[in-house]
């Protein structure tokens, strides 16, 4: 089956900088990577997602990134803010709702 | 986004008591819906699959007698720990995808924490 590496499982960033987080997947069959974002006590929201057919999408100050040659897809906050505190999970699917989590990425910005 | 409403978003029980949880898609309608798990600071683990009018899928390990799932309407899938015992407490956390085949995406519901003493 399908799986999903993150790293770094813990980011610390001054406010203002750039965040990056990047996972790797391992079935080259997947076609969908979303993003979420959760706050303690709080289900998943999701954020952003690509599918396999582009590369890049953007909203906003969140980007992702997708490299299907080396199965590996990133995600990039800019200007980032406190509220921006959270737990972020990749993940992978290969079909109808069938996500594949990675463990996670505490990210804490610092005023 | 869609909108996926869990209830209750805590609660505590005695040990061997039964618990139910709702989950509803507010404004679609959700012909699959998910039930997941989740232990404090690691991932997201699927439990099961919940399908409106027929039994649920469930993921290698989780017992279908503990965990009763019931998806009765277009809009609604419950989860019944039955019999909880205190390994039961977790985070519960309910999904479900807009049923668009160009755009299809899920979503999640605020989750549940599971207390059982």
């Known amino acids: 089956g399908e799986n999903v590496e993150q790293h770094p499982s813990t980011l610390s960033v001054q406010e203002g900088d750039s965040a990056v987080i990047k996972c790797t997947y391992s079935?080259?069959?997947?076609?969908?990577f979303p993003w979420y974002k959760q706050e303690l006590g709080k289900g998943p929201q999701l954020i952003i997602d690509i599918r396999s057919n582009v590369g890049e999408k953007k909203d906003q100050r969140i980007a992702v990134t997708l490299n299907k040659t080396a199965k590996h897809f990133s995600l990039h906050i800019t200007e980032t803010q406190p509220e921006d505190s959270a737990v972020y999970f990749c993940a992978a699917s290969t079909g109808y709702s069938t996500l594949t989590f990675g463990k996670g990425t505490m990210l804490l910005v610092s005023p | 986004g869609a909108v996926v409403s869990q209830h209750p978003s805590r609660v505590i029980c005695k040990s061997g008591t039964s618990v139910k949880i709702e989950c509803r898609s507010l404004d679609f309608q959700a012909t699959t819906m998910f039930w997941y798990r989740q232990f404090p600071k690691q991932s997201l683990m699927l439990m099961a699959t919940?399908?409106?009018?027929?039994?649920?899928?469930?993921e290698q390990g989780v017992e279908k007698d503990k965990f009763l799932i019931n998806h009765a309407s277009l809009t609604l899938s419950t989860l019944t720990v039955t019999s909880a015992h205190p390994e039961d407490s977790s985070f519960y956390i309910c999904?479900?995808?807009?049923?668009?085949?160009?755009?299809?995406?899920?979503?999640f519901g605020s989750g549940t924490q599971l207390s059982v003493l």
């Open positions: 919940s399908n409106e009018g027929s039994k649920a899928t469930y």
């Open positions: 999904s479900a995808s807009v049923p668009d085949p160009r755009d299809e995406k899920l979503f």
């Open positions: 079935d080259s069959a997947s076609n969908y």
